[in-house]
């Protein structure tokens, strides 16, 4: 099945109005089982890359997932990366900064997990919690130690923006690939998982009161990431907004975004120069050789049997 994800990627200079983005399409399956082929259809296609990926090593990939609560963005890093290997793949994720943190600038905790070459570094919340989380609750910034005065009105966003988009571009100058995705799903279907989490004992624990908390801010969120998506989505570094009411639909799409940027890099496995074909040749010439010697029987095996001896004395 091909599937399209071209309408879900926030364009340069596009000012995004989240009212227009739908938080559920018609699905891409017609049952669960179809689903799930078509997940693990794509799972195996990643598998595939990340192995090209990891022995290139000229190339990384970053996925930066950023959402409000309960949209799903665990349940999207498990199923989607569930056939990559973890030899190739680190996932941090970004919870309160500590005091060490708060003494540097607002990049220098990110900046210590991007992947290295060969690698795909995931994200779970990110840099951007700095023009979100921090927008909506602005006396987080007296925290952070900033030189005084602060910028007055919007300028110290669009100055956080501006560092954004020059670190993403620095990034992918030196190979390193960068993919968003705002996992958008509605304020209703919130209001529903969050309830799911607190009528299941076993989900009990994903529930925290703040969570609450902060859905009384659900318009001014929304005002941020409109905000961010327009200032910071580059070609270099796409934003996607994917609509993430059907967990199902949503796993789909962010794995076949992940494919169709892993497709991009036009990865191969790298060629041996003339020196390596020669220390090749030589191996195989080698262990040819080897394959043509008698085979020595194993210590004690070599003794001639006296026809008609008993085995005990």
Same mark, same amino acid.
């Given at each position: 099945?091909?599937?399209?994800?071209?309408?879900?990627?926030?364009?340069?200079?596009?000012?995004?109005?989240? &009212?227009?983005?739908?938080?559920?399409?018609?699905?891409?399956?017609?049952?669960?089982?179809?689903?799930?082929?078509?997940?693990?259809?794509?799972?195996?296609?990643?598998?595939?890359?990340?192995?090209?990926?990891?022995?290139?090593?000229?190339?990384?990939?970053?996925?930066?997932?950023?959402?409000?609560?309960?949209?799903?963005?665990?349940?999207?890093?498990?199923?989607?990366?569930?056939?990559?290997?973890?030899?190739?793949?680190?996932?941090?994720?970004?919870?309160?900064?500590?005091?060490?943190?708060?003494?540097?600038?607002?990049?220098?905790?990110?900046?210590?997990?991007?992947?290295?070459?060969?690698?795909?570094?995931?994200?779970?919340?990110?840099?951007?919690?700095?023009?979100?989380?921090?927008?909506?609750?602005?006396?987080?910034?007296?925290?952070?130690?900033?030189?005084?005065?602060? &910028?007055?009105?919007?300028?110290?966003?669009?100055?956080?923006?501006?560092?954004?988009?020059?670190?993403?571009?620095?990034?992918?100058?030196?190979?390193?690939?960068?993919?968003?995705?705002?996992?958008?799903?509605?304020?209703?279907?919130?209001?529903?998982?969050?309830?799911?989490?607190?009528?299941?004992?076993?989900?009990?624990?994903?529930?925290?009161?703040?969570?609450?908390?902060?859905?009384?801010?659900?318009?001014?969120?929304?005002?941020?990431?409109?905000?961010?998506?327009?200032?910071?989505?580059?070609?270099?570094?796409?934003?996607?907004?994917?609509?993430?009411?059907?967990?199902?639909?949503?796993?789909?799409?962010?794995?076949?975004?992940?494919?169709?940027?892993?497709?991009?890099?036009?990865?191969?496995?790298?060629?041996?120069?003339?020196?390596?074909?020669?220390?090749?040749?030589?191996?195989?010439?080698?262990?040819?050789?080897?394959?043509?010697?008698?085979?020595?029987?194993?210590?004690?095996?070599?003794?001639?049997?006296?026809?008609?001896?008993?085995?005990?004395?």
């Amino acid at each position: 099945m091909k599937i399209n994800v071209d309408a879900f990627r926030v364009r340069e200079g596009v000012k995004v109005r989240l &009212p227009r983005w739908k938080t559920r399409i018609t699905p891409l399956y017609r049952s669960e089982s179809e689903a799930g082929a078509l997940l693990a259809e794509q799972v195996n296609i990643t598998s595939k890359l990340q192995n090209v990926l990891y022995a290139a090593n000229r190339h990384a990939l970053l996925l930066v997932f950023q959402a409000m609560d309960a949209a799903g963005k665990d349940g999207v890093i498990k199923h989607v990366m569930s056939g990559v290997n973890p030899a190739g793949c680190e996932v941090t994720s970004f919870k309160q900064p500590s005091q060490d943190e708060l003494d540097h600038d607002f990049l220098w905790r990110t900046t210590r997990s991007l992947p290295r070459r060969g690698q795909i570094g995931i994200f779970n919340r990110s840099y951007y919690e700095e023009v979100l989380v921090v927008r909506v609750h602005p006396e987080l910034l007296l925290k952070q130690k900033l030189p005084m005065p602060l &910028p007055s009105g919007k300028r110290i966003w669009e100055q956080r923006y501006e560092s954004i988009r020059n670190f993403e571009a620095h990034a992918a100058r030196n190979g390193t690939h960068v993919v968003k995705f705002f996992l958008h799903v509605s304020k209703e279907e919130q209001r529903r998982r969050f309830l799911d989490r607190i009528e299941r004992p076993e989900k009990n624990w994903k529930f925290d009161h703040g969570d609450i908390a902060e859905r009384a801010h659900w318009d001014a969120y929304m005002t941020a990431y409109e905000n961010c998506l327009s200032a910071t989505s580059t070609e270099d570094a796409p934003w996607y907004v994917i609509p993430a009411d059907d967990k199902r639909t949503a796993r789909i799409l962010v794995s076949r975004v992940v494919n169709q940027t892993l497709e991009s890099m036009k990865l191969s496995y790298p060629a041996p120069g003339p020196e390596h074909l020669a220390e090749l040749e030589q191996a195989r010439r080698q262990l040819e050789e080897e394959g043509l010697q008698p085979v020595v029987s194993g210590r004690g095996s070599g003794k001639a049997k006296v026809p008609g001896a008993s085995k005990r004395r």
